[in-house]
């Protein structure tokens, strides 16, 4: 796999790996991201995502492991050990900044080494969310990694992550934490020169109308959660 490789295709949907449609079981042309969070760090996830790998992927599908921060040994061991099944990338979620990009960026670099994969092809894509340290960074990210090639925005991350409201009845406007994040996220990818991504929540049920408000306020498109917004996204 080599870094020139690495391509998003659309649709573009995040789900566990026993929630995935049925096309994409079946190798359908899309941008996968399995979400792994829960368990991604244990001997058996590469186990229980294998059998994904081998019925999902094709040479038009993206294939992304969306995984939690790891601070220790264990976490580059499992890194190490999700690399061998060699995804296109990893979304890193709960994602702080640029320290947490670049400390990613050198396990990865380490676990291609370890596996014998070329230096630099395992993308990278930053997930800003859950961590409102993200929001509050003014360190560009152009040259923080060569491997990071989007960003992704969780606004439900943001709402939790804030304690605050999605939307604000009394103002009669969307939340100030939301619109701030909604904001940053755009802006940060655009300086850094890469794509950025809008996750949808579980219950939107009109993901085109969500995609065209995206668009317009300079994301580059959305991120599906379930069966029907993909397939609402697609045609």
Request: net charge negative.
């Amino acid at each position: 796999m080599s870094v020139n490789r690495f391509e998003i295709a659309l649709p573009m949907i995040c789900a566990a790996p026993d929630a995935l449609p049925p096309q994409i079981d079946a190798g359908g042309a899309a941008t996968v991201i399995l979400d792994i969070r829960k368990d991604w760090a244990t001997v058996s996830a590469a186990g229980e995502i294998q059998p994904i790998l081998t019925q999902g992927q094709s040479v038009a599908t993206c294939m992304l492991f969306r995984v939690r921060r790891p601070d220790d040994e264990a976490g580059q061991t499992a890194i190490e050990r999700l690399l061998k099944l060699r995804p296109h990338g990893f979304v890193l979620s709960g994602c702080g900044g640029a320290t947490d990009i670049q400390t990613f960026d050198v396990m990865l670099r380490v676990a291609e080494a370890r596996n014998g994969i070329e230096a630099g092809s395992t993308a990278l894509v930053a997930e800003l969310g859950e961590d409102a340290a993200f929001l509050l960074s003014l360190t560009s990210l152009k040259v923080v990694s060569h491997r990071l090639k989007a960003i992704i925005f969780d606004g439900e991350g943001v709402t939790q992550a804030t304690a605050s409201q999605a939307f604000n009845m009394a103002a009669s406007r969307a939340g100030a934490p939301l619109l701030l994040a909604r904001a940053a996220a755009v802006i940060k990818a655009r300086q850094a020169g890469i794509a950025c991504y809008e996750l949808l929540k579980d219950t939107d049920n009109d993901p085109q109308t969500t995609r065209q408000i995206a668009l317009a306020d300079g994301f580059s498109g959305v991120v599906a959660r379930n069966a029907a917004q993909l397939a609402a996204l697609a045609g």
